[in-house]
C-alpha cells in the first residue's frame, strides 16, 4: 500500500513536484514501479507532473462527433420520456440499475468482490480487498470516526473509516445513497471493513473536453421566477436587450424556476404579482418572445415549475406553452443537451439542499463545489428519502454519463463557475431579488447575471444586468 | 402550616388515614421480594421541598428549603441554596457535585418538583480550561431541559454562576471559533426544530461572550454541524438541542426576567443581559395597543378537515358572551346550553375542546342550562329561541338555518387568566337586576311597566337591535305600518323577503302563517319601532336620531335599552374529548420478554411454544434480561426473587469494556457506563406453566397474556408473569411502568348533586359530606355538595374499567402476595371512596385524590386545584396544523406562540410543572405558524407557559429531527390530525408532520430522544417533542393539555417501580416518581387561583366590560382564589353564578368521533356550516383546502418519491429500498410505507369542493397543479376511481 507521502517525496527525490491528482491516480492503481515509469516518461524541463505525463493516461476524447442537424441536439432528457411510475417495486431496478452503472466507472480501478463473498469466507480476512458498494447508512462514531453501512445486491458490510488515516475528509463527505469502492482489511470476525483506500466513480482523468469546431455562443441562465414580486423585471429587459444585439449567440439555455408557481411554499400567494399559473407562463412566453428569433431556446423545468416535483421532472406540458416562440426546446430536468457539439448537461438543481445539508462545510455560497462533488459521484442528486424526490425507472436518469463538457444548474440563485477534470461547472443565478426567505436565512444572491460559454474555447463570461448601464 | 377549617383538616386526615391503609398493604406485599425492590418506591411529597429532595435525591434539601422559603422569594432560594452546598452541608465531596447537585436543586425549585428537567434536562457538569490557564464551568444540557420552561432554563444558568463564583472557579472565556460555532449551531437547530424564538447572531454573540458559564450540551439530534467542526472544547460535531433552547429560549428570551434577578441577588457580571432586553424591546415596540376588540381569525388559521367552525370572528349570530360561572365552568372550561350542543350537530360533546377566538385560544366544552340557547328558523319559516333540550332534539331535523348559536358563558377568572380585556356582555337577567330590574317579568306589559319606570328593558323583550343599520329600522317601521295588522293578539304583516331578512336579523321570535308573519311578542317591538298599536308612526319619529341604531330604537321607544348581542365570540371545534385505558402499541399484560417468537401479538404463550428447530423441545427463547443475584445463596438469576432459597434479589452490574463486576452506574476504570445485562435462555413455557400453577388457574384460562419485545430499562427488570395472567384475565393492560392506567380529558367542578354522579347519599355521608354547599345536613340525591378538592369524578366507563383492575389487584394480592382482599368491589359504585392517584401528561409527581363518583360524559370531573396541581402547563390543543407545524409545527399544525412576558418577580408566581407567572403586560411574542412551515417562522415547539402546544427530540426515517422539546409537546398524525403528545410520549413508528421544502409532510419517527403546539390557555411547557418543536423541521404540536388518567393507588405502591422506565433520556416523565398527597393552593398551577367564587358578579364588572377595561382593575372587587389563599377560605365556601341541571348533560359524544370516514366528516361539517348564519362556508372550504388537503396532497406525493420501505416479516425500516430488493436481516418481501392511494386520497374530495363552493382561483389552480402532478406521478389511466372510504 503506497502512501501519499511516500509517493510525493519519491518524486521530490527526482526533483519534480506531483499534482494532487496523479498522486490519487498511482495511489489507486497501488503499483510502485507505475512511479518510476511515470517519472522516466516525464519530458525535460518539467517542474509539475500532471496527469498528462502518466503513461497509459491518454486524453480519450479524439474531437470526432458526429453532428446532428440542427446543431442544437437534444441526447437525453427529451420531451416525454420521463414515466409515471407503474410500480413501487421499480425503486429495486432503479437502484440496482445506479449501482451496477456507476459500479463500471470504478472497475478499471478497483477490482472488487462481492460483500457476500467477503462474509462468507474466510479467504479474505487479513488480505487486502476491495469491494463497491452503495452506501445505505453513515454515522460518526463516538471516537469521531465514520461508520458507514454499505450494500450491494449480495449483502451489505459496515465499513469504518479511521479518522487518522489520510483521505479522511473524503469519507466525510461520504453520502447516503452514493456508490463507492473501498479497499482495506476485514476484521477478524468478518463483520467490520476497516477501510483504506475510497474511491469514488469520478470523472477519468483523461477526460478532454470536446470543443465546438465552429464558432458559436450560448447563454446560460436560471431561476427567472416570473410572476415574483421580486423578479426583476427591468434587468431583464436590460438582458433582452443586450442579447438582440450579440450576433453570435445562437443559443439559451434556462435550467429551471422558469416561473414562481403557486403553493410552493406557504404564504407564497402574498408574494406573487401574477397569481396565475397559465398567466405566470404566459408572461415569461410574451418575454421569450421578444428575444431574436435566431436564438435556440432551451427549456428545462424545476422545482417552482408546474410540473411534478420528483425527479426526472417531466417538460413544461404544452398547455402552459401558449404564446412561446416556435424556437423553444422543451426538455426535461435532467436533460443532457448537445449545442455543436459540446454537450451541457442541464440539471436544475434541487439536490443542493440534501447536498449542503450534508456535507461538512458545504455552503450555498459556494454551488461550484457542489457540483465537484456531484461530478465525483458521477450522480446529480445522491442522496434519495430527503428534499429531492425521486421517480424510479428502469434506468436512473440522476447519473452523469456520458461526461459532458459542461454542467450547468441553478437552484441556489448564487451563480458559480469552476472546472474539475476538464468539465465546466455552471450555477448561473437568478432572476429574483433577496426573498423574504432570504433574507431570513442570511444568503444573499446574485441576481440578473447571464453565463455567456464560448463554444469553440470552452471559456465563459459573467454578464451582469443588476446596474444600468453595466 | 396550611390554613385550613376543622371541616378540611378532618377531610385532609382521612385522606391520610386511607392512604396509609393502602401502604401498609403495599408494604408488605412489597417485602414478599417479588417485585424489583422490597419497598414501595413513590415516595410521599407533601410540598415543593419533599418533591425537590425526591426528585434531586439530594436528603436533606426539603427542610433547607422550607426554612429559605419564609425568609424569600423561590427565586431567591434557587439561589441561596447553592450556599449550603458549597458550605458543603449536604455531603458533597467533589466540586462537580457540588455544581450538580446546586444547579439541579435549584432547576428542581423553580419547577416545583413536578417536571423532569431537573433530572434528565442537565446531563452533567464538568470543569474546562481557558486559555490563561483558568478553569471555567460547563453544564451539559439535554433535551429535556424543555420541560423547564424558558425562565428556569435561564435561571439554572444564573445558579451555575452563583455557584462557580463561591467556589472560586474563573469565568468562561469563548475562543473566537467557540462563538461562531454557538451561532452556526443554533441556526442549524432553529432549522431542525424552530425554536420559540431565535436570536440574532448579534445577540448570540453577546449571550456567549458574556455568559461566564459555558453552556455546553449532549449532542440531540442526528445533524451535525458543517462548519466550525472538530473543535478541541466542544466534544462533539453534532447538534446539542439542549444548549441551544438554554441559549435562544432561556437566555434571549428571558433576558428580562433574569435580570430581575440578577438585580435581587446583586450579582455581578450580568450587566450585557440589558443590551438584550432593551435590543428585544425595540423590536417589539410596535405592537398595538388596541381600543376596543377587532375580530380575531387566528383560532381559525389552520382548519382540519372535518372539525366544524360554529362562529366566525365576532360575526352576527356568534356565541355571545355571558360573565359567570357555573359549578363546572372556569379554569378553561367554558359553558353552552344543551340545546346548543344538540344543535350544533352534537359536534361539541361534554369535554370536546373548542377552539376560541377569546379570551383564551381554547375552552373545554360543558353544559350549563340556565344560559341562553340558540334561535333557528325552521322550514315553515318560523324563528324561535330554544332554550329546552329536549325541544332542540325534537326541532332538529326541522332546522333550516342556525341564526344565533346561543350564549357561551365564560367566568371573569378566565379574563383574568389571559389578561384579555373585559368585553361587554350580552343583556343577561343579572345585570338587568342590578339595573333596578325588581324581578323577572310575568309577561311583556310587565316588563314594559319595569321598562317605563326607570330600570333598563328586560333581556327576555330585548331584541337585536343593533344588528340592524339604522335605515334597516326605518325600512322595519315603514313595512309594519303598510302591512301589518293586530289580530287574535298578534302582529300580522304580510310576507315578503325583504321583511322575513329583517326579522331574521332583529331575531324576534315569529310564525308564518299563510302570506303572514306573525309576531306574538309584539309590544315591545312595534315600541321601539315607534308605531302606536294601531301602528302609525309615532310622534317620536319626528326628531329621531339618525343612528346608532341602538340609540334610535331607545329614542322612538323611550326604553334604556342594552345590546342584546354584546360581544361575540369565534369558535370552532378543537379536539374531541378522550376517555381510554392507557395501552402502549402493542398493548402488554406483562413485563416480560418474549422477543421475535411473540410474534406481532407479542403472546407469551405462543413464545411458549416456539422451537428453535423442529422436534427440539422448544419453548425456550434467548432473552436479554437484567443480572440478579441472590445475596443469600449467589444464585444468578434474572428474577427478582431467588428461586432457589426465595430471597429478593439485587441487580448486578458490569463495565462492558473492562469486563468485570463493578457498583453503580459508571465504571470506576473507564468511566464508561455499566450495564445490568444477563443473556439468558428463557424457559417462557415452563415459567407459564409455573405462574399459572402458583395462581392456581389452568394454563388455558387466558388464551392470551402479551409481553414485551424486548426490555428497555436500565435494569432490565422484569415483572413477575403471575401478574400478566392475571391481568390478562381482567383485561387490563400495562403501561411501561408497571401500573394500569386510564386517560381522561379534565374538566373542573367545584359542586356536584349526589344524583348526577350516581353516588348514593349515605355513602357520600358516610366518606365526609355530611352537608350540602349551604350548611344543610345531607339528605337528599339533588342537594348540592361543595366537592372537596381531592375528590374527583370518572367516566361511567372509567368506573367499569376501575372495577376490572380492582378486581384484578384484589386477585394479586390473594393469589400471588395471599394477602387479603382489599377493594371487594362488585360494581362501580362500591369504589366509591377509594383512592387514586392522578397524574397529567408529562409530569413526575401524581397527586392523591378519592373517587367520589361517575359522570356519563366521558371525561374526568374534579376540583380545579386538583387539575393544577397536576397540570404542567402544557399546551393544549392540538396543533392542528398544520405543521405542521406549523411548526410546528406544524403544521404543520404547527402553532403558536406563546405570551411570554411574566413577571418573575412575583413572588409565588411558578406553577406546577411550569414556570409560570402572570404577565407583566399585555405583550405578543412572535407567533409562530403551527402549520409547519417551520422555518419561515419561528414556531415553537416548545412548551411555553401559556398557550398549549409541545416536544422531544427525534429522529424520523427521513432523516430530519425533530423535536419537540423533549418537554415540548410534539405531534402525532393520528387519522387526520395530528394528536399533540409530549415529545416523551411519541413513539418509534409514530408518525410525524415534518416540514420539506416548505411544504409539510407525514414522517415516521425512527427513534425519539424527545415535539410541538400548543394552543389554547393552557400553558404549554413543554416541549416535548417537538422539535418540531417544530418544528423544526418537525413540527411540535400543542400538547392536548388537560388529557390526564388515573390509576389506583394500591397499584401505584404495588406495581410501580423505577427501575421498569427506559433507560432513555425523558423515560422518567409521565411516571409518579414522587406522590403529592396533600393540595397547596399555593403550590398549584397558578391559573387556579384565577378561579372566581362569587354567587353574583357585581355591577361594576359589566360597567367595566363596557370601558373594555382591563381584568386587573376588578381584582379587588371579585371574590377570588387568590384573595383567599393562607386562610381556610382557600378550599372551602366557593360559591358560583349560575347552576346546571346535570354537569353531564347535552351530547355524549362528538358527531366528529362517531362518523366514519374523512369524506363524511367533511360533508358533515360544510353541511353544518351552511345552516349557521355565523359562519361562511365557501371560507372553511377554502380554508381547509389550504390548511389540511392541500397540504396533505402535497406532503404524500413528496413522501412517495423519497419514501422508506419497511420489512413485512420484521418490521425493520429502512431509509430506501435494499439493493437486494428485500429485507437484508431477514429476507422479509419490504413493502413501500406510502401508497399511491394515501397520496390521492383527499384528490377527488377537494375537486368536489372547488366545484361546489365559491373557491379562489388560486386555490383551485393549486388543486389543478397537484392533480396534474399526480397524474404526471402515477400516471393518466384512473382505472377506477376508488371509494374515499377504501383509504381511511
Known amino acids: 500500500m503506497l502512501c501519499e507521502d511516500e509517493i510525493v517525496s519519491r518524486f521530490l527525490a527526482t526533483s519534480l513536484f506531483v499534482s494532487p491528482e496523479v498522486v490519487a491516480y498511482i495511489k489507486e492503481q497501488d503499483d510502485p514501479g507505475l512511479i518510476d515509469r511515470i517519472i522516466a516518461g516525464t519530458p525535460e524541463g518539467t517542474v509539475v507532473v500532471s496527469p498528462d505525463c502518466i503513461p497509459a493516461l491518454k486524453k480519450v476524447r479524439d474531437g470526432t462527433r458526429f453532428l446532428a442537424d440542427p446543431v442544437c441536439e437534444v441526447l437525453a432528457g427529451m420531451e416525454n420520456s420521463a414515466e409515471s411510475i407503474r410500480d413501487f417495486e421499480e425503486y429495486i431496478t432503479y437502484f440496482r440499475n445506479r449501482f451496477t452503472r456507476l459500479s463500471t466507472f470504478m472497475r478499471g480501478r478497483i477490482q472488487p468482490v462481492p460483500i457476500e463473498a467477503l462474509a462468507r469466507t474466510g479467504r479474505y480476512q487479513e488480505e487486502e480487498v476491495s469491494f463497491i458498494g452503495m452506501v445505505s447508512n453513515v454515522r460518526s462514531t463516538a471516537n469521531g470516526n465514520k461508520m458507514v453501512e454499505v450494500e450491494d445486491p449480495t449483502g451489505t458490510m459496515r465499513v469504518l473509516f479511521n479518522k487518522s488515516r489520510e483521505g479522511f475528509s473524503e469519507a466525510e463527505k461520504i453520502l447516503p445513497d452514493e456508490v463507492i469502492g473501498v479497499r482495506g482489511k476485514l476484521s477478524q470476525d468478518g463483520t467490520i471493513f476497516f477501510a483504506n483506500t475510497l474511491v469514488r466513480p469520478d470523472i477519468p482523468l483523461s477526460n478532454a473536453p470536446y470543443r465546438s469546431e465552429r464558432p458559436g455562443r450560448a447563454v446560460l441562465i436560471s431561476d427567472i421566477h416570473v410572476g415574483s414580486d421580486t423578479f426583476l423585471e427591468d434587468e431583464w429587459h436590460r438582458f433582452a436587450d443586450w442579447i438582440s444585439g450579440q450576433e453570435d449567440i445562437g443559443y439559451l439555455v434556462i435550467a429551471g424556476d422558469l416561473v414562481d408557481g403557486i403553493g410552493i411554499y406557504p404564504g407564497q400567494e402574498k408574494e406573487l404579482v401574477i397569481k396565475n399559473i397559465y398567466q405566470q407562463y404566459a408572461a415569461l412566453g410574451e418575454m421569450l418572445s421578444a428575444l431574436p428569433e435566431r436564438l435556440t431556446i432551451v427549456i428545462s423545468p424545476g422545482n417552482h415549475d408546474v410540473v411534478r416535483g420528483a425527479e426526472p421532472q417531466p417538460a413544461i406540458p404544452p398547455a402552459f406553452r401558449i404564446g412561446y416562440p416556435a424556437n423553444c426546446v422543451w426538455v426535461e430536468n435532467p436533460a443532457l443537451v448537445s449545442l455543436q457539439g459540446v454537450r451541457v448537461l442541464i440539471y436544475h438543481g434541487r439536490s443542493f439542499d440534501d447536498m449542503i445539508g450534508t456535507i461538512p462545510g458545504a455552503s450555498y455560497n459556494r454551488p461550484a463545489e457542489i457540483m465537484e462533488e456531484m461530478l465525483k459521484r458521477r450522480h446529480l442528486a445522491p442522496i434519495f428519502g430527503m428534499r429531492t424526490p425521486i421517480a424510479p425507472g428502469k434506468k436512473d436518469p440522476l447519473i452523469i454519463d456520458p461526461v459532458p463538457e459542461v454542467l450547468f444548474t441553478g437552484h441556489v440563485h448564487i451563480s458559480g463557475i469552476k472546472r474539475y477534470r476538464g468539465v465546466l461547472m455552471i450555477n448561473a443565478g437568478t432572476w429574483q431579488s433577496q426573498t423574504a426567505f432570504q433574507k431570513q436565512m442570511n444568503t444573499v444572491p446574485t441576481p440578473a447575471q447571464a453565463v455567456v460559454l464560448d463554444l469553440q474555447s470552452l471559456e465563459t463570461e459573467i454578464v451582469d444586468f443588476l446596474t444600468p448601464g453595466s | ?1288
Not at chain 2, 891 to 918: C, I, K, Y
Request: hydrophobic letters at 35%; one cysteine or more.
Open chain 2, 1 to 1288: 402550616m396550611v390554613a385550613v377549617s376543622p371541616a378540611m383538616a378532618e377531610y385532609f386526615r382521612r385522606l391520610e388515614e386511607n392512604l396509609n391503609e393502602a401502604l401498609s398493604v403495599a408494604e408488605i406485599a412489597r417485602s414478599r421480594g417479588y417485585d424489583p425492590t422490597t419497598t414501595v418506591e413513590i415516595p410521599r411529597a407533601n410540598d415543593i421541598g419533599d418533591r425537590v429532595e425526591v426528585l434531586v435525591g439530594v436528603k436533606g434539601v426539603a427542610e433547607r428549603v422550607r426554612i429559605l422559603e419564609k425568609e424569600m422569594s423561590r427565586e431567591e432560594v434557587s439561589l441561596k441554596i447553592g450556599d449550603d452546598f458549597v458550605a458543603k452541608i449536604f455531603g458533597e465531596t467533589t466540586r462537580e457535585e457540588i455544581v450538580d447537585h446546586a444547579i439541579r436543586t435549584s432547576m428542581g425549585i423553580l419547577t416545583e418538583g413536578v417536571v423532569a428537567a431537573p433530572t434528565e434536562g442537565i446531563a452533567k457538569v464538568a470543569f474546562g480550561k481557558n486559555d490563561d490557564g483558568t478553569e471555567y464551568l460547563k453544564v451539559y444540557y439535554a433535551g429535556p431541559i424543555r420541560s423547564a420552561g424558558g425562565t428556569a432554563q435561564a435561571l439554572s444558568v444564573l445558579v451555575g454562576d452563583y455557584v462557580r463564583q463561591a467556589l472560586g472557579i474563573d469565568r468562561y472565556k469563548p475562543r473566537k471559533e467557540e462563538v461562531e460555532r454557538y451561532i452556526e449551531e443554533l441556526k442549524q437547530y432553529n432549522g431542525i426544530q424552530s425554536m420559540q424564538y431565535m436570536p440574532s447572531e448579534a445577540e448570540i454573540r453577546l449571550i456567549i461572550e458574556n455568559c461566564p458559564v459555558c453552556i455546553d450540551g449532549e449532542p440531540t439530534e442526528r445533524e451535525e454541524v458543517s462548519g466550525y467542526r472538530n473543535l478541541e472544547r466542544v466534544e462533539t460535531n453534532t447538534v446539542r438541542g439542549g444548549m441551544c433552547l438554554v441559549v435562544a429560549e432561556g437566555l434571549a428570551l428571558k433576558a428580562p426576567k433574569v435580570m430581575k434577578n440578577v438585580k435581587k441577588m446583586k450579582m455581578e457580571g450580568w450587566d450585557w443581559l440589558q443590551q438584550i432586553i432593551d435590543g428585544v424591546a425595540s423590536k417589539s415596540s410596535d405592537e398595538e395597543e388596541e381600543p376596543g376588540v377587532h375580530p380575531k381569525d387566528k383560532y381559525i388559521r389552520d382548519l382540519i378537515g372535518g372539525r366544524p367552525v360554529f362562529s366566525y370572528p365576532m360575526r352576527k349570530g356568534g356565541f355571545r358572551l355571558r360573565y359567570g360561572r357555573s359549578r363546572n365552568t372556569g379554569f378553561a372550561a367554558a359553558g353552552f346550553h344543551p340545546a346548543t350542543l344538540h344543535i350544533l350537530g352534537d359536534y361539541l360533546a361534554v369535554g370536546t375542546q373548542m377552539k376560541t377566538e377569546r379570551p383564551g385560544k381554547a375552552a373545554g366544552v360543558v353544559p350549563v342550562d340556565t344560559i341562553e340557547g340558540p334561535t333557528v328558523l325552521l322550514a315553515s319559516g318560523e324563528v324561535r329561541r330554544v332554550d329546552d333540550t329536549a325541544e332542540a332534539l325534537a326541532i332538529g331535523p326541522s332546522i333550516v338555518r342556525i341564526l344565533d348559536v346561543g350564549e357561551i358563558l365564560i367566568s371573569y377568572g378566565e379574563f383574568l387568566e389571559n389578561n384579555h380585556p373585559l368585553i361587554p356582555s350580552s343583556y343577561c337577567e343579572e345585570w338587568w337586576l342590578q339595573e333596578g330590574g325588581p324581578r323577572h317579568p310575568e309577561n311583556e306589559m310587565e316588563a314594559i311597566e319595569f321598562a317605563l319606570s326607570g330600570a333598563p328593558l328586560h333581556p327576555d323583550y330585548t331584541w337585536f337591535w343593533d344588528d340592524l343599520a339604522p335605515a334597516q329600522i326605518r325600512r322595519l317601521a315603514g313595512i309594519v305600518s303598510e302591512r301589518g295588522r293586530i289580530a287574535g293578539d298578534a302582529l300580522r304583516v304580510v310576507n315578503d323577503p325583504e321583511l322575513k331578512a329583517i326579522l331574521e336579523e332583529v331575531l324576534v321570535p315569529h310564525t308564518v302563517e299563510g302570506d303572514e308573519v306573525v309576531i306574538r311578542t309584539y309590544l315591545v317591538f312595534l315600541a321601539c319601532l315607534g308605531l302606536s298599536l294601531d301602528l302609525n308612526l309615532r310622534r317620536t319619529w319626528e326628531d329621531a336620531p339618525d343612528g346608532p341604531s341602538l340609540a334610535l330604537v331607545s329614542h322612538l321607544s323611550g326604553f334604556t335599552l342594552r345590546s342584546k348581542a354584546g360581544t361575540r365570540i369565534g369558535g370552532r371545534m378543537g379536539r374531541p374529548g378522550k376517555s381510554k385505558p392507557r395501552e402502549m402499541k402493542p398493548a402488554p399484560h406483562v413485563l416480560f420478554p418474549v422477543g421475535e417468537s411473540g410474534g406481532a401479538r407479542r403472546s407469551v404463550q405462543n413464545a411458549g411454544a416456539y422451537k428453535d428447530r423442529s422436534n427440539a423441545d422448544g419453548g425456550t427463547i434467548h432473552a436479554e434480561t437484567g443480572e440478579r443475584r441472590c445475596p443469600q445463596c449467589g444464585a444468578v438469576t434474572f428474577k427478582n426473587r431467588c428461586e432457589a432459597c426465595g430471597t429478593h434479589t439485587t441487580p448486578v452490574y458490569r463495565c462492558p469494556r473492562c469486563n468485570r463486576e463493578v457498583q453503580g452506574p459508571v465504571c470506576p476504570a473507564c468511566q464508561g457506563p455499566t450495564v445490568c445485562l444477563l443473556e439468558t435462555d428463557l424457559r417462557v413455557k415452563e415459567e407459564y406453566a409455573a405462574a399459572c400453577a402458583r395462581l392456581g388457574m389452568r394454563e388455558n384460562a387466558v388464551k392470551l397474556v402479551k409481553g414485551v419485545k424486548g426490555m428497555i430499562s436500565r435494569d432490565r427488570t422484569i415483572e413477575p408473569l403471575e401478574k400478566g395472567v392475571l391481568r390478562a384475565a381482567h383485561e387490563v393492560y400495562v403501561f411501561k411502568d408497571g401500573t394500569v392506567r386510564y386517560d381522561m380529558i379534565d374538566l373542573p367542578v367545584t359542586h356536584v348533586r349526589p344524583r348526577e354522579i350516581g353516588a348514593p347519599v349515605e355513602r357520600l355521608v358516610a366518606i365526609g359530606y355530611t352537608h350540602d354547599y349551604n350548611g344543610a345536613p345531607l339528605t337528599s340525591s339533588d342537594q348540592v355538595l361543595e366537592l372537596r378538592c381531592q375528590d374527583i369524578l370518572v367516566s361511567e366507563k372509567c368506573g367499569d374499567w376501575l372495577l376490572k383492575v380492582s378486581q384484578f389487584l384484589d386477585d394479586l394480592l390473594e393469589k400471588f402476595y395471599g394477602l387479603p382482599r382489599f377493594y371487594n368491589a362488585e360494581k362501580p359504585s362500591d369504589l366509591i371512596g377509594q383512592m387514586l392517584i392522578g397524574l397529567a401528561p408529562h409530569t413526575s409527581a401524581g397527586v392523591l385524590c378519592r373517587l367520589l363518583g361517575f359522570t356519563k360524559a366521558s371525561v374526568g370531573y374534579a376540583h380545579p386545584f386538583y387539575h393544577a396541581a397536576k397540570r404542567r402547563n402544557c399546551f393544549a390543543g392540538d396543533t392542528e396544523i398544520r405543521v405542521f407545524e406549523e411548526k410546528g409545527w406544524r403544521s404543520m399544525p404547527v402553532r403558536q406562540f406563546v405570551l411570554e412576558n411574566f413577571d418573575l418577580a412575583e413572588p409565588g408566581l411558578d406553577a406546577a410543572g411550569t414556570h409560570w407567572s402572570p404577565p407583566k403586560r399585555y405583550a405578543a411574542v412572535q407567533a409562530v405558524d403551527s402549520q409547519g412551515n417551520t422555518k419561515l417562522r419561528r414556531v415553537t415547539a416548545v412548551s411555553i407557559h401559556r398557550a398549549p402546544k409541545h416536544l422531544i427530540h427525534f429522529e424520523t426515517a427521513r432523516g430530519k429531527t425533530l423535536e419537540v422539546t423533549p418537554e415540548h409537546t410534539m405531534l402525532v398524525w393520528d387519522l387526520c390530525y395530528l394528536r399533540k403528545v409530549m415529545a416523551m410520549e411519541v413513539r418509534e413508528g409514530d408518525r410525524v408532520p415534518v416540514a420539506e421544502g416548505g411544504q409539510v409532510i407525514a414522517d415516521t419517527v425512527t427513534a425519539v430522544r424527545y415535539i410541538l403546539c400548543p394552543e389554547e390557555q393552557v400553558y404549554c411547557l413543554t416541549v416535548a417533542e417537538d422539535h418540531t418543536l417544530a418544528a423544526n423541521g418537525i413540527f411540535c404540536g400543542q400538547c392536548d393539555g388537560d388529557e390526564d388518567c388515573v390509576m389506583f393507588l394500591l397499584d401505584g405502591l404495588i406495581n410501580f417501580s423505577r427501575s421498569f422506565l427506559p433507560e432513555t433520556r425523558g423515560g422518567s416523565m409521565d411516571a409518579p416518581l414522587v406522590l403529592t398527597t396533600r393540595l397547596d393552593p399555593k403550590e398549584v398551577d397558578k391559573e387556579s387561583l384565577n378561579v372566581d367564587v362569587m354567587e353574583r358578579y357585581p355591577l361594576e364588572l359589566y360597567e367595566a366590560a363596557l370601558r373594555y377595561a382591563p381584568p386587573k382593575e376588578l381584582e379587588k372587587a371579585i371574590d377570588h382564589v387568590d384573595l383567599r389563599v393562607g386562610t381556610p377560605g382557600q378550599y372551602e365556601g366557593f360559591r358560583f353564578t349560575h347552576d346546571t341541571a346535570d354537569i353531564s348533560a347535552g351530547p355524549l359524544e362528538s358527531t366528529y368521533t362517531t362518523l366514519g370516514s374523512m369524506f363524511d366528516k367533511m360533508e358533515a361539517e360544510l353541511e353544518l356550516g351552511e345552516k349557521i348564519r355565523a359562519v361562511d362556508v365557501d371560507d372553511v372550504a377554502e380554508r381547509v383546502l389550504n390548511t389540511h388537503f392541500i397540504r396533505d396532497l402535497m406532503g404524500n406525493l413528496r413522501a412517495f418519491a423519497s419514501q422508506t420501505v419497511r420489512c413485512t416479516k420484521c418490521a425493520t425500516k429502512y431509509r430506501r429500498m435494499p439493493l437486494a430488493g428485500k429485507c437484508p436481516k431477514c429476507g422479509g418481501k419490504v413493502n413501500q410505507t406510502v401508497h399511491e392511494a394515501s397520496v390521492k386520497k383527499y384528490l377527488e374530495m377537494s375537486r368536489r369542493m372547488c366545484e361546489k363552493y365559491a373557491i379562489s382561483d388560486y386555490t383551485k389552480q393549486r388543486v389543478e397543479v397537484l392533480d396534474m402532478a399526480i397524474d404526471s406521478t402515477f400516471g393518466k389511466e384512473r382505472e377506477k376511481q376508488l371509494g374515499l372510504a377504501d383509504f381511511m
